[in-house]
């Protein structure tokens, strides 16, 4: 049973107590990194804990056209700048499998109506019993709790899935963006009561049929259809891998892999010709790696996901896109998160480079490669401020001394946005 949760109010200046984010992690391959050996079977509870809530302010009527938001009444909070110039993209990320932020041609961005940017870049934008509303100027920030959104961790690149059948797909190593989103739907689901992060379940294979292009060879190694007969011989379908909403298949409970092999394999918006976020081909021809998901597509997705796949108002749900060398961008990322995730409790989504992340740190090995963030909280008053994440990337795929599966790790704001300006970082969705 899902309970919904009231966003609480209170004014901008208050401040939070320390702040928990999320990340997905990805690009760097450790196909022989070990299993793994957390020991616990549950979730353990979280530092910190969850605000008390009180009712939201009464919603305003609907903007009309040509409608003008004030800003909020704290003087602190100028409007985020979502109209910029678009800022080009990094020629090429630093590994080969890196994807270059470049929009995909097959998942277009929807155009999102100038009226409804005033609102969302004002903070007018506010969520009511689960649902978008237009309020009078406010916030209100919180904590998010993590007990449960700690443990979404990626599914290893190689191993067994739900079903102990074996695989091998290095396309799985790419999946930041989608364990990102994940968690950032997961708080949507505790709003609203969907999307499905906690329930999602079945047999999901990479997409290349639907990016009209041919499986590649060599590409991931795969569970057949029928296994194989009494003679040994092997069936010729590929099956996919298995997954749910909770498995204990690396010696730890993960959580919604069921989900994140929806959304990178088939999900699929209106206006998509391709079945989800993540990007499995370029100019006709199939990639393996994957590219993982431009910022556009985690927006995309976001907003078709969170909206429940309301065809009527889809585009213009909640999230939208701050691109990375924006002039107020370090003020921008700030008044985004004390916003969504103080106010609303859902949090904001970074593309960024590793090597500003603290478990990302390994000395001269320390790479610059392309990562996700989900973030889930803040702290302003501490010294300096503060946000934190969960990398869903976990031991399995990132085995450097600082990381641990299923920790939260605290980052210095101005390095957070150093990260998402760095080498191949890119913007926030929010």
């Known amino acids: 049973m899902v309970t919904t949760k009231r966003p609480a109010r209170r004014a901008l200046g208050v401040a939070l107590a320390a702040a928990l984010v999320a990340v997905a992690g990805c690009g760097v391959l450790a196909p022989n990194a070990p299993t793994p050996t957390v020991s616990p079977t549950t979730a353990p509870t979280p530092t910190g804990s969850s605000a008390s809530l009180t009712p939201a302010t009464s919603p305003l009527d609907p903007p009309t056209a040509g409608f003008t938001p004030s800003p909020t009444p704290d003087s602190s909070f100028r409007p985020i700048d979502v109209w910029a110039t678009p800022t080009p993209a990094p020629s090429e990320g630093a590994l080969p499998s890196d994807q270059t932020d470049v929009p995909a041609p097959r998942r277009p961005l929807p155009v999102q109506s100038a009226d409804w940017l005033a609102l969302k870049a004002a903070g007018r934008l506010a969520l009511v019993d689960g649902q978008p509303t237009v309020l009078l100027p406010n916030a209100d920030p919180r904590t998010l709790a993590t007990d449960y959104a700690r443990w979404i961790v990626e599914p290893l690149g190689k191993g067994r899935d739900v079903n102990d059948n074996f695989y091998q797909d290095d396309n799985y190593w790419n999946f930041c963006e989608v364990g990102a989103s994940t968690v950032a739907l997961y708080y ?27 499986w590649p060879s060599p590409g991931p190694t795969l569970p057949m259809a029928g296994g194989s007969d009494a003679s040994g011989t092997l069936g010729t379908e590929r099956l996919g891998t298995y997954w749910t909403g ?3 298949v690396n010696g730890y409970t993960a959580y919604a892999r069921g989900y994140q092999l929806y959304l990178a394999m088939k999900m699929q918006p209106p206006g998509w010709k391709s079945t989800g976020m993540d990007v499995f081909a370029a100019d006709g021809k199939p990639l393996y790696r994957t590219w993982g998901a431009p910022r556009t597509n985690v927006q995309v997705a976001l907003n078709w996901e969170a909206s429940g796949h309301n065809r009527t108002n889809w585009a213009d749900f909640w999230y939208t896109g701050v691109m990375r060398f924006e002039p107020t961008f370090a003020r921008d990322l700030q008044m985004a998160v004390m916003l969504d995730v103080g106010r609303d409790g859902v949090p904001v989504i970074a593309q960024l480079d590793t090597y500003s992340l603290p478990n990302w740190q390994d000395g001269s090995k320390t790479p610059h490669t392309h990562h996700a963030v989900a973030i889930v909280g803040y702290d302003n008053t501490s010294s300096p401020p503060t946000y934190s994440y969960i990398d869903t990337c976990a031991r399995g795929c990132n085995s450097r001394p600082g990381n641990r599966t299923g920790s939260v790790y605290l980052i210095p704001q101005d390095q957070m946005v150093e990260a998402i300006q760095g080498t191949v970082g890119s913007g926030f969705v929010w």
């Not at 609203?192 to 990016?211: L, R």
């Open 188 to 214: 949507w689901q505790q709003l609203t009561g969907h999307p499905n992060v906690k329930g999602t379940f079945g047999y999901f294979i990479d997409p290349y049929a639907a990016e009209g292009v041919a």
């Open 246 to 248: 909770e498995d204990h």
